[in-house]
């Protein structure tokens, strides 16, 4: 039985990322794709801190939607890609197989990022819940995009209503931390908000030099003046 009270940790989930290709991408208006971009990134390299298996697939590589985002790749430079023919990636054996091998070491927590939400994401998630009823899919609204603000908004809605649950992709990250004494992370989970968390990331780095004195994070040059012109 589903236990959608047990928050996410790093022992109990997995991710999988459908479809994050730029032909998918071109289509998406529910988000800026640079966000978009980003925030697929930023969960990628939040699921490497933490070691989470993840499952990267695709469909119609050479033939429509062309080569996975290369920042999405660079994060898992050696990973296997699994590619489909249909749009509902459960329909595909082989991703089957390996979600239901990380679940079988208690990781039944299937963190989903994927184009277009409306299709590829709804379909992959009520068909997952039907047939594995103990599966539990947290859809990441913002490292997910569709074709409209409607399209994406209505396809998380009847998602919601058959029990899959929204987060963010920063929600992940620090639900997966949980805790700041966890020192084992905490520098790389930092780290990854400067680049990728915005005002988020910003507020850190204020903090880090201006509250409690330490360095900048980057070597520049030397700081000239104040001179005013003569008036």
């Known amino acids: 039985m589903a236990n959608y009270l047990q928050v996410l940790t790093p022992s109990n989930s997995q991710l999988i990322f459908i479809d994050q290709q730029p032909q998918m991408a071109f289509g998406v208006q529910s988000i800026d794709r640079q966000t978009l971009k980003n925030n697929v990134v930023g969960l990628a390299k939040a699921a490497k801190i933490f070691d989470i298996p993840t499952t990267i697939t ?3 590589t050479d033939s429509f939607s062309g080569n996975t985002f290369p920042e999405l790749l660079a994060v898992y430079p050696e990973h296997d890609i699994l590619e489909r023919t249909s749009m509902n990636s459960w329909d595909d054996q082989n991703v ?6 990380n679940a079988a070491d208690g990781r039944r927590k299937i ?33 997910s995009g569709g ?8 396809a998380m809605d009847r998602m919601v209503q058959a029990g899959v649950i929204p987060v963010t992709w920063q929600q992940v990250l620090l639900e997966w931390q949980r805790d700041w004494a966890r020192k084992e992370t905490y520098d790389a989970v930092t780290s990854l908000v400067r680049e990728h968390s915005g005002a988020y990331g910003m507020g850190i ?21 104040p001179n005013p012109a003569a008036r």
């Open 205 to 225: 780095d204020y903090a880090v030099t201006h509250v409690h004195g330490g360095a900048e994070r980057v070597k520049h040059g030397k700081r000239i003046g």
């Open 111 to 143: 963190v989903v990022a994927g184009l277009w939400t409306e299709v590829c994401n709804i379909t992959f998630a009520l068909s997952a819940l039907h047939d594995v009823p103990d599966y539990e899919i947290y859809m990441v609204a913002d490292a």
């Open 147 to 154: 074709t409209s603000l409607d399209a994406h908004k209505y």
């Open 58 to 60: 695709t469909v119609e």
């Open 96 to 101: 089957r197989d390996a979600l239901a091998k």
